[in-house]
């Protein structure tokens, strides 16, 4: 939690990536390169890769919500490695500060939450060369500020929809495609 007229710097986006890291370095951090979108690119940036999903889940966890669970047809579990919504938020770089009004509080991240962006018109079920353009942008106009005051270091969840929402053709052939291929493999494939 940080005040309201707290100036974010190229030093603040270092420290989270310090934060983040610590995420990543625990036996569940695996999960963020099985995630995709930006956790995974996030990831990839800090040194994990592909070899590390590849070790396979940590061991079955006590608590529920850090298990990703999937059964086949004939009941049997598939258990792995899964991030909290608050370690994928902060996977990319949420910051909360008060708005100076009562105790209402806003939500700021270097990059788009999961919530803000899967589902999105970017969100394509992969990682291709506008998002890795986007991504490289962004990072570079982060390390490249000067130590002042831009408002534009983080952005609002409603900021980063903005960004995210991509075209609409595109957004509504993604939500065809996706129909379509429910209703194939529900009538091919049933479980």
């Not at 963020?32 to 999903?53: F, I, N, P, Q, T």
């Not at 009941?75 to 990319?92: A, I, N, P, Q, S």
């Not at 999105?120 to 106009?141: A, I, M, P």
């Not at 053709?169 to 209703?183: I, L």
């Amino acid at each position: 939690m940080v005040f309201s007229d707290h100036v974010f710097t190229p030093g603040d986006y270092e420290f989270w990536k310090q934060r983040s890291q610590s995420i990543l370095d625990s036996k569940r951090g695996r999960a963020a390169v099985l995630h995709g979108g930006y956790v995974w690119r996030l990831a990839l940036a800090a040194g994990h890769g592909v070899s590390e999903a590849l070790k396979g889940p940590s061991g079955l966890h006590p608590r529920d919500y850090l298990n990703f669970c999937a059964w086949d047809k004939d009941g049997v579990e598939y258990v792995d490695d899964d991030l909290t919504k608050d370690e994928l938020d902060l996977m990319c770089g949420v910051y909360q500060s008060f708005t100076g009004t009562g105790t209402n509080i806003k939500k700021q991240s270097w990059y788009p939450l999961v919530s803000t962006f899967e589902g999105s018109g970017e969100d394509q079920g992969r990682w291709y060369y506008r998002l890795e353009q986007n991504y490289k942008n962004r990072e570079s106009s982060i390390l490249g500020e000067k130590v002042t005051v831009n408002s534009r270091l983080l952005l609002s969840a409603t900021q980063w929809r903005d960004k995210v929402r991509g075209f609409g053709e595109a957004r509504r052939a993604t939500a065809s495609v996706e129909k379509w291929s429910t209703r194939f493999i529900d009538t091919y494939c049933p479980l």
